[in-house]
Antibody, heavy 120, light 107 residues
């Protein structure tokens, strides 16, 4: 059974850093593209970043480019999001999600429960 | 970046109603268009991928159509458990942008 469990969220001051983790089970992160998506309080979904199934390609939303870094540890089957220079507007629930297929563009078919980040 | 819009932003409906939500892309996304359902406090759930392909386990009252820039999600007969917010998402180009959402609530 596919499961994604995020952790690492919390309250942090502006300008500081935070590292989110997402432990995957029931599949291997090296077989699928993995994404981070966030949702600010009372707002819609915002795509944040993706790492391709082979780990070679990483893409970011303009709003986080240069501040956030997506990575993975295949030995731990875990996805990460390193968030630096945090801003008030980064306050959100952060979800990790899995591509439906190895090839990108086929939808995000499994999501974690989300981890809240508050920048204040 | 490709911009996504949805209409309406919210709608009120009753059980048994037919509901249609529209999603428009600022440029063609071919059929790389996905639909999600989200309930309060929960993670989104993928309903439809590739514009019209129903995810296994999703009730057949949900359907999707469209290609290029204009897409539609239809719920043929709204059920109580369908009251939620629905988002479209294009996965044609990175960033994989979401629409602003359509909230479906009780009339």
């Amino acid at each position: 059974q596919v499961q994604l469990v995020e952790s690492g969220g919390g309250v942090v001051q502006p300008g500081r850093s935070l590292r989110l983790s997402c432990v995957a089970s029931g599949f291997t992160v090296s077989s699928f593209g993995m994404h981070w998506v966030r949702q600010a309080p009372g707002k819609g979904l915002e795509w944040v970043a993706v790492i391709s199934y082979d780990g070679y390609n990483k893409y970011y939303a303009d709003s986080v480019k240069g501040r956030f870094t997506i990575s993975r540890d295949t030995s731990k089957n875990t996805l990460f999001l390193q968030m630096n220079s945090l801003r008030d507007e980064d306050t959100a629930v952060y979800y990790c999600a899995k591509d439906r297929q190895a090839a990108a563009g086929t939808g995000l078919d499994s999501w974690g429960q989300g981890t809240p980040v508050t920048v204040s | 970046d490709i911009q996504m819009t949805q209409s309406p932003s919210s709608l009120s409906a009753s059980v048994g109603d037919r509901v249609t939500i529209t999603c428009r892309a600022s440029q063609s996304v071919s059929n790389f268009l996905n639909w999600y359902q989200q309930k309060p406090g929960k993670a989104p759930r993928l309903l439809i991928y590739g514009a019209y392909n129903l995810i296994s386990g999703v009730p057949s009252r949900f359907s999707g159509s469209g290609s290029g820039t204009d897409f539609t999600l239809t719920i043929s007969s709204l059920q109580r458990e369908d009251f939620a917010t629905y988002y479209c998402q294009q996965s044609f180009n990175t960033p994989d942008t979401f629409g602003p959402g359509t909230k479906v609530d009780f009339k």
